[in-house]
């Protein structure tokens, strides 16, 4: 199938990577053209000077950028997606953004005879180069079935959530959820270090029963090595929280405890940590640069 994908971050660069060596003709953009230049001397793939270029005569354009400010910049316009994208074609965006810029751009999609999902990940840059993302869907259901068997070649799992909004929202449920993990990890690490425990014997142990998580098996030797120089940097989680707040604000929905958490991560980003992983929430507890 001829594609695009728009947006060589840490995710969409393998994703792209993905899909060219699944067989599809895939046309990359990247606003670094550097990049682009990279991935097409990598998975000899085809690249563009737009976004509209990428995507002409493409039937799905895949998108992964920044926040809604960057959605925007790539898929309205002249030189924009939906300007270069065929009536009937597909826009699949797999920013996590707000719900708010996902409905926005399946109305101007629909008025075009074009169509949109919205599908953000979770999975993290392990899993886009792994190609195990799980994708949370906001769409329709034959619009869906057209794209997972594309997807399938760097996501375990997809999922429609509901209409047009609902993977987004389902996306700020995941990034709640992982906030109070991490920061229970973090606790618990502590509480386990200043104990004597012996951390690979206890998360053998523990993992095994009601406390095991994803996050505390992928994450525990870093988190007690104090090492967070990889994976979902705290400025990004911040980001996607926001969103989160935004949304619980308008349906009157409390998230105390995540306000905490934001409020932690807050303090590791004034103290130099933006683009430490999540996990350094334990070095609130280990870092001199918060324990002195």
Known sequence: MKVAFIGLGVMGYPMAGHLQKAGH????????????????????????????????????????????????????????????MPKGSILVDHTTASANI????????????????????????AGAENGLLTVMIGGEQDIFAKVQ????????????????????????????????????????????????????????????????????ENRYKTMFAGEYDFGF????????????????????VPLPMTKMVDGFYQEIQENGGNRWDTSSLIGRFKDPRFTD
Not at 56 to 64: G, L, S
Not at 115 to 124: K, L, N, T, W
């Open 149 to 216: 068997p594309i997807m399938d070649a760097y996501a375990r799992f997809s999922q429609l959530m509901g209409k047009v909004g609902s993977g987004q929202l389902a996306k700020m449920v995941n990034q709640i959820c992982i906030a109070g993990v991490v920061q229970g990890l973090a606790e618990a690490f502590n509480f386990a270090e200043k104990a004597g425990l012996d951390a690979d014997a206890l998360v053998e142990t523990i993992s095994k029963g009601a406390a095991g998580s994803w996050q505390m």
């Open 102 to 125: 996902a409905r926005e751009l399946a109305e101007i999609a629909t008025k075009q005879g074009q169509h949109f999902i919205d599908a953000p990940v979770s999975g993290g840059q």
């Open 25 to 84: 003709d895939v046309c990359v953009y990247n606003r670094n053209q550097a990049k682009a230049e990279k991935w097409q001397a990598e998975f000899s793939g085809n690249m563009a000077t737009t976004p509209a270029l990428a995507a002409n005569e493409c039937e799905i354009v895949f998108c992964c950028v920044g926040n809604d400010d960057d959605v925007r910049q790539v898929v309205l316009g002249e030189q924009g997606i939906l300007a270069g």
């Open 233 to 252: 940097a705290v400025d990004w989680m911040r980001k996607d929280l926001a969103i989160a707040f935004e949304e619980a604000k308008k349906n009157n």
